[in-house]
């Protein structure tokens, strides 16, 4: 049986993987993050079914975070928006894990 798309309407030659993923070891660490210049995906594992998916921060110049509005579809959050800093937070206070995803403005546009 073949998956279903994630998307229709996506240009494959226009998404960008030019983003690194940083920060806590969690079992809902994100395994890839791209954009087709319109919109964000943030790809987890297939485990994220079973657990917990923390909310998603877009992080701005002075450090200040706004929560952001996405959907899930399956495995893939997906953003109506870029950024070029942000991050996924779960817990409160010092037990909080944050995992920082960075857009790499100065790389091509390439495929995995």
Not at 38 to 66: N, Y
Not at 86 to 106: F, N, P, Q, T
Request: glycine share 8%; aromatic share 8%.
């Amino acid at each position: 049986m073949r998956a279903a798309p994630l998307a229709s309407g996506i240009n494959l030659p226009s998404l960008n993987f030019a983003y690194r993923i940083s920060g806590d070891k969690v079992a809902w660490r994100p395994v890839r993050v791209f954009d087709d210049g319109r919109q964000l995906f943030v790809e987890f594992s297939p485990s994220i079914a079973t657990g917990e998916m923390p909310p998603l921060f877009a992080v701005g110049e002075k450090g200040v975070a706004e929560l952001l509005n996405y959907r899930v579809d399956g495995r893939f959050m997906i953003v109506d928006r870029l950024f070029d800093r942000g991050e996924l937070r779960l817990g409160a206070g010092k037990a909080a894990k944050k995992v920082r995803i960075v857009r790499d403005a100065s790389a091509a546009r390439v495929r995995p």
